[in-house]
């Protein structure tokens, strides 16, 4: 979580205030091809990119369109699907082995 820690640094965090942020952050790992979001479900989770890429995709006429792709030192979020929680209108998946420092909801609203 060495990245999430330097951008909370560069824009002012420090001490009991920076850890307090770095406590409530999970690093999880993906494989290439992993979902980390799935159409049709809730995203419980944003996150900090720390390794690899992300690709946010629909599925329009049998055909995988791209909107986005988050990258390291980069935010990840279904903001839709995780602001209403609501089901996710998009999938998001590895495009390569990579890490994302995630923030559940609770703990976001904690902080």
């Known amino acids: ?55 946010y995709y629909v599925i329009k006429d049998g055909e995988e369109k791209t909107s986005y792709v988050s990258i390291e030192n980069t935010f990840f979020a279904s903001v839709l699907s995780f602001i209403s929680e609501a089901p996710a209108m998009e999938n998001i998946k590895a495009l390569v082995d990579g890490s994302i420092s995630m923030i559940s909801k609770p703990k976001l609203k904690q902080l």
Request: hydrophobic share 40%; no cysteine; net charge negative.
């Open 1 to 55: 979580m060495e990245k999430v820690k330097k951008y909370f640094e560069a824009i002012g965090f420090s001490g009991d205030d920076l850890q307090s942020i770095l406590h409530a952050f999970e690093l999880q790992h993906f494989k290439k091809n992993d979902f980390v979001v799935e159409e049709g479900k809730t995203s419980r989770y944003i996150g900090f990119v720390e390794t690899g890429m992300f690709q």
